[in-house]
């Protein structure tokens, strides 16, 4: 793929409310992080973990339970990113059973892996459990109490000597979801020692004998319960924030979508290494590579050819720790469009195409949760501030007009919440170059031009 400059390490200076969450972190052996995305829920835990183990010789090894997308970048990306955290080991536990075990006896601080493996670790180790810390990065999803790995969390809780929950929202679904997630955490102490005791104290069987409903007050008295193991935090409480948050997710692609990547982007820049790039040359190439990173391509004749799904599920990942806040999403191309409806089709989520004024009524209304609208159609004049507050760029255009007039339809006066900007940007890939542009507010033409050739001259270079 192409070089990627290195850039200086940053210097974290946190703001009040992160300096706060560290602190409750170090203190406390148990907690739930419940803060909004984009609020630095992982640079937080990772100061953390920095301080527990090089300053105070409180722990050894961490292990982190991560979303798949999440546990392949996410983490190691946040720590190479601060000059405090550059020296911290991550070692992805990921793929097959003979890289997973390989990957457990290398040496590090902190290892990830993702969800789908937590019970494959607990019967790797067994009683030896080598894990004194344990970050569940999305406790959300561990609020099945009969999940397998749930189950396996808890047999090995015991030997877990610090545990934190990291999750936006607790109880998407109501307060039953909460008895799962807190017993993680705190083994029983707060919430009955069992799902059975929980639900006859604070619910009671609806009138056909199917589900619970809470018993009146039944909220309060639980959070009650749970406030001093739980620190809770809205992005909009906190006003040392700007108003506009950037979360930029990174996006690894599997071996196979690699591979197929660096050739198809190699041959499609090796064809014109000896031209003269102009400016629609250049927007047609890298149109075609900004395809390439979303997951599939139009030929001469405007078939599609799907090449991977990394990004899409990266999205999926991001809508699911949203845990049922609405969202904007931006897309690039019609491919990009159907092949997202596709898969939000089985999410149980209300979805519309931006089109009509209707949907903009409805959007502002909470009758929404995923609006799908192109750059282009939606960048002027609307007024969508009413609906929600965050913004999901699933591909990125090159036009720096357009990106800033697309976020403005939530960044706008009448906004009551701090406006959250999420990012899918492939690693290495085409995505790079675009958020790099975007972020320095930089003339994207001619960034775009200097990013094309910097890229052909290494695919002539790897030739």
């Not at 907690?31 to 829920?41: F, Q, R």
């Not at 406030?227 to 409480?237: G, L, Q, R």
């Not at 190439?285 to 001469?300: E, I, P, R, T, V």
């Amino acid at each position: 793929m192409g070089a990627v400059v290195e850039k200086p390490k940053a210097k974290f200076i946190p703001h009040a409310y992160q300096r706060y969450c560290i602190n409750r972190l170090l203190v406390d052996e148990a907690l739930g992080l419940l803060l909004d995305l984009g609020l630095g829920k992982t640079v937080i835990t990772l100061t953390a973990i920095n301080d527990l183990k090089y300053n105070r010789f409180a722990i050894r090894r961490t292990l982190v339970i991560a979303p798949k997308k999440v546990a392949e970048a996410t983490w190691t990306n946040e720590a190479a990113k601060w000059e405090h955290l550059k020296h911290l080991r991550i070692v992805p536990v990921l793929g097959n059973q003979v890289k997973r075990i390989r990957a457990l006896n290398m040496p590090g601080d902190i290892w990830i892996t993702n969800r789908e493996n937590v019970s494959w670790i607990v019967d790797h180790y067994r009683n030896a459990w080598p894990f004194d810390m344990v970050v569940v990065d999305e406790l959300s999803s561990f609020k099945n109490h009969q999940a397998k790995r749930f189950k396996s969390l808890s047999w090995v809780r015991s030997h877990i000597k610090r545990i934190v929950g990291l999750t936006g929202t607790p109880a998407p679904n109501g307060l039953l979801d909460l008895w799962a997630q807190i017993h993680l955490l705190d083994q029983g102490q707060r919430l009955e020692k069992n799902i059975t005791g929980y639900r006859e104290k604070y619910f009671e069987h609806n009138y056909n004998g199917f589900g619970y409903t809470a018993k009146p007050g039944a909220d309060e008295v639980i959070q009650r319960k749970i406030a001093d193991i739980c620190v809770s935090m809205k992005a909009e409480d906190y006003l040392d924030l700007p108003d506009r948050v950037v979360n930029v997710i990174p996006v690894v692609l599997d071996d196979k979508a690699q591979k197929q990547y660096d050739k198809m982007e190699k041959d499609l820049l090796l064809q014109i290494e000896d031209t003269e790039i102009t400016a629609t040359s250049a927007a047609v190439l890298s149109g075609k590579l900004l395809q390439m990173c979303n997951g599939a391509m139009y030929d001469a004749e405007r078939n599609i050819h799907e090449l991977h799904d990394c990004k899409i599920e990266a999205f999926m990942e991001l809508i699911e720790q949203l845990n049922g806040k609405p969202a904007l999403v931006f897309y690039s191309f019609q491919h990009d469009l159907s092949r997202i409806l596709k898969v939000l089709s089985k999410s149980g989520l209300r979805i519309r195409e931006l089109k009509t004024p209707q949907d903009q009524i409805d959007w502002n209304t909470g009758q929404v949760d995923i609006l799908l609208a192109h750059p282009a159609s939606a960048a002027y004049g609307l007024n969508l501030q009413d609906g929600g507050n965050h913004v999901v760029w699933f591909g990125l255009n090159w036009s720096l007009e357009l990106y800033q007039q697309a976020n403005g339809r939530l960044h706008r006066q009448g906004q009551k919440q701090k406006v959250i900007l999420h990012h899918l940007v492939v690693q290495g890939g085409a995505d790079q170059d675009v958020m790099a542009a975007l972020e320095d507010k930089a003339t994207t033409q001619d960034r775009l031009l200097t990013a094309l050739k910097a890229r052909i001259e290494k695919a002539g270079e790897g030739a």
